[in-house]
């Protein structure tokens, strides 16, 4: 067996309504009964909705100073995280709280670890670049997608409007907080596009080629994709049911357990320029060139898709070879795109032939994650990608 590295979220609390309880919680935290502020890190959509009251409530009921910094957009450019770093400082915080989706929980986990070192931002970005120690950080997901609540990941969009990764097991959470109640409110379009994103990193985890693929990484893969397949449809067709979300909420941690420890691959990297270029939501740009990597993908890992089919769709035939069950699994991924209401094609989302060249150099761009892929793809490969998924 090769050597591996497996590394996630120290404590995972999960439990219906338990962000209401999210002060009690952070009591188990090394934080100076002194020094008790703690930075609340959010976007204006949570605040509008009243999805973090209780859980700011709480955490003042428990003697804790809230500073708020609601202030989070999707895509985060580094330049909002070093305005937020500077809220920190300004006011002495001990601890910071991540409530949201990926965006959110990406900016709490840069400010928990900026606000706490001298290293600069620009020398963080890469694979095990970031030095120093953070802040306790707690993170609380409100979509189930991301993953990042146990990701050592952070993606932030730089200046040049280009995504890059900050990628340290020092941002790993102390505490992931799980509660699928903060999720009953998600519109079907969103719940589809969070779910695809989270599918997406049980995939691409279980086809991962990186150095350290582990065999922990393709379990959890394969019981996320397990729960995520047959959780989404009734999640996105009937918002309510408490047993379809709390499904996908745990499918979504654990396929970001899968995924922080066997990177994701072309998918994302290809993703990535969509969503940076055009700011469609990151889940959707998965969504949109998932069918055309995974067709170029399939000479190389056809049977590898072949034993993720029926987790998906259990009715599926596996009794034939493995490259026709990879094809008809791959044809009716896109197919669930169009039954969860999901933009089909890239021109949907006002993506042009004229724009290929530019995603295409962009997506090169991208070697973090390309190195992963199970295929070797090349530009020209990326362009013709694309091409396919206008």
Same mark, same amino acid.
């Given at each position: @067996?090769?050597?591996?590295?497996?590394?996630?979220?120290?404590? /995972?609390?999960? &439990?219906?309504?338990?962000?209401?309880?999210?002060?009690? /919680?952070?009591?188990?935290?090394?934080?100076?009964?002194?020094?008790?502020?703690?930075?609340?890190?959010?976007?204006?959509?949570? @605040?509008?909705?009243?999805?973090?009251? %209780?859980?700011?409530?709480?955490?003042?009921?428990?003697?804790?100073?809230?500073?708020?910094?609601?202030?989070?957009?999707?895509?985060?450019?580094?330049?909002?995280?070093?305005?937020?770093? =500077?809220?920190?400082?300004?006011?002495?915080?001990?601890?910071?709280? *991540?409530?949201?989706? &990926? $965006? $959110? @929980?990406?900016?709490?986990?840069? /400010?928990?670890?900026?606000?706490?070192?001298?290293?600069?931002?620009?020398?963080?970005?890469?694979?095990?670049?970031?030095?120093?120690?953070?802040?306790?950080?707690?993170?609380?997901?409100?979509?189930?997608?991301? *993953?990042?609540?146990?990701?050592?990941?952070?993606?932030?969009?730089? *200046?040049?409007?280009?995504?890059?990764?900050?990628?340290?097991?020092?941002?790993?959470?102390?505490?992931?907080?799980?509660?699928?109640?903060?999720?009953? &409110?998600?519109?079907?379009? +969103?719940?589809?596009?969070?779910?695809?994103?989270?599918?997406?990193?049980?995939?691409?985890?279980?086809?991962?080629?990186?150095?350290?693929?582990?065999?922990? #990484?393709?379990?959890?893969?394969?019981?996320?994709?397990?729960?995520?397949?047959?959780?989404?449809?009734?999640?996105?067709?009937?918002? $309510?049911?408490?047993? =379809?979300?709390?499904?996908?909420?745990?499918?979504?941690?654990?396929?970001?357990?899968?995924?922080?420890?066997?990177?994701?691959?072309?998918?994302?990297?290809?993703?990535?320029?969509?969503?940076?270029?055009?700011?469609?939501?990151?889940?959707?740009?998965?969504?949109?060139?998932?069918?055309?990597?995974?067709?170029?993908?399939?000479?190389?890992?056809?049977?590898?898709?072949?034993?993720?089919?029926?987790?998906?769709?259990?009715? +599926?035939? +596996?009794?034939?070879?493995?490259?026709? !069950? #990879?094809?008809?699994?791959?044809?009716?991924?896109?197919?669930?795109?169009?039954?969860? &209401?999901?933009?089909?094609?890239?021109?949907?989302?006002?993506?042009?032939?004229?724009? !290929?060249?530019?995603?295409?150099?962009?997506? @090169?761009?991208?070697?973090?994650?390309?190195?992963?892929?199970?295929?070797?793809?090349?530009?020209? %490969?990326?362009?013709? !990608?694309?091409?396919?998924?206008?």
């Amino acid at each position: @067996m090769d050597d591996f590295t497996f590394n996630t979220t120290a404590s /995972i609390r999960q &439990g219906w309504g338990t962000a209401a309880k999210l002060g009690d /919680i952070l009591g188990s935290l090394p934080i100076p009964n002194d020094q008790a502020k703690v930075l609340f890190v959010t976007d204006p959509g949570i @605040m509008k909705l009243g999805l973090a009251a %209780d859980a700011i409530e709480n955490l003042r009921a428990c003697g804790l100073d809230v500073v708020i910094y609601d202030q989070v957009q999707a895509d985060p450019k580094a330049a909002s995280v070093l305005e937020a770093v =500077a809220l920190a400082k300004q006011h002495v915080v001990s601890c910071v709280v *991540g409530f949201g989706g &990926g $965006s $959110s @929980m990406d900016v709490a986990k840069m /400010i928990a670890l900026l606000a706490n070192t001298d290293q600069p931002l620009d020398d963080m970005y890469g694979v095990n670049q970031a030095r120093g120690t953070r802040l306790p950080l707690v993170l609380v997901p409100t979509t189930a997608g991301t *993953g990042s609540e146990v990701t050592a990941v952070s993606i932030l969009t730089t *200046g040049t409007d280009e995504k890059k990764g900050v990628v340290s097991p020092i941002l790993l959470p102390d505490i992931a907080v799980l509660d699928a109640k903060l999720t009953l &409110g998600l519109p079907p379009h +969103i719940t589809a596009a969070t779910g695809v994103d989270a599918m997406v990193h049980a995939i691409e985890a279980y086809t991962s080629r990186s150095p350290n693929s582990n065999p922990i #990484s393709r379990v959890l893969a394969k019981q996320a994709l397990a729960m995520l397949g047959s959780g989404i449809r009734q999640a996105v067709m009937n918002g $309510s049911d408490r047993q =379809a979300r709390e499904q996908m909420l745990l499918g979504s941690m654990l396929a970001g357990q899968a995924f922080a420890n066997a990177p994701v691959a072309a998918v994302h990297a290809l993703a990535y320029p969509v969503g940076s270029l055009f700011h469609v939501p990151h889940g959707l740009s998965n969504a949109l060139v998932l069918e055309a990597v995974m067709r170029f993908n399939a000479p190389d890992c056809g049977a590898e898709y072949a034993e993720l089919a029926p987790l998906v769709f259990p009715d +599926i035939d +596996i009794t034939r070879d493995a490259q026709t !069950i #990879s094809a008809e699994f791959i044809e009716r991924l896109g197919q669930l795109n169009v039954e969860l &209401g999901l933009a089909r094609g890239l021109q949907q989302v006002g993506i042009t032939a004229s724009d !290929i060249p530019r995603l295409a150099t962009d997506a @090169m761009n991208q070697t973090r994650l390309l190195v992963n892929n199970p295929r070797t793809l090349k530009q020209e %490969d990326a362009a013709r !990608i694309y091409e396919a998924s206008l």
